[in-house]
């Protein structure tokens, strides 16, 4: 059985992401997180917050899971700039998408353009708003984008 865990600090955030877990699908290889609105403009490269955290297990093991971008991305003018974001299991930071920005662009409030697999991307079993994350089985922490060397 696969759970993904998602944690956030933000009330906004938090209610829209147990909204997502109300109507998806069972069939849906991916749990898509809703974005809090941001204007991009004046740069080629942007990070954004999505202001979630992420743990997955698998059979009761931590297991990494993916980022991937939604098929709508493709209506922005943002592109996630390594296509596919990696999180490792022992990873306990913010979920963040660096982006190229091919020109200015709006993301609205409630917007999904990125969603979290399961590494073999087959739909979760489960996927849990949480108060707190699991614990990770290693020191990997909080440090992301290259952090481990």
Not at 45 to 70: D, G, I
Not at 79 to 93: E, H, K, M, P, V
Not at 121 to 137: G, Q, T, Y
Request: charged share 25%; hydrophobic share 40%; with cysteine.
């Amino acid at each position: 059985m696969s759970i993904l865990f998602v944690y956030t600090d933000n009330e906004d955030v938090r209610e829209m992401l147990e909204n997502q877990v109300k109507n998806r699908r069972p069939t849906d290889s991916g749990f898509d997180v809703p974005m809090i609105r941001e204007s991009v403009g004046g740069v080629s490269l942007h990070t954004f917050s999505l202001r979630v955290k992420v743990a997955a297990m698998k059979h009761n093991v931590p297991m990494p899971c993916l980022l991937v971008p939604r098929s709508s991305i493709s209506g922005t003018p943002f592109r996630l700039a390594n296509s596919i974001g990696l999180i490792d299991s022992g990873y306990r930071g913010e979920v963040k998408a660096k982006v190229d920005v091919l020109s200015n662009g709006v993301v609205e409030t409630g917007s999904r353009l990125f969603q979290i697999c399961s590494h073999d991307f087959m739909p979760w079993d489960s996927v849990l708003i949480v108060d707190e994350l699991p614990a990770a089985n290693d020191d990997r922490g909080e440090g992301g984008f290259g952090s481990t060397g």
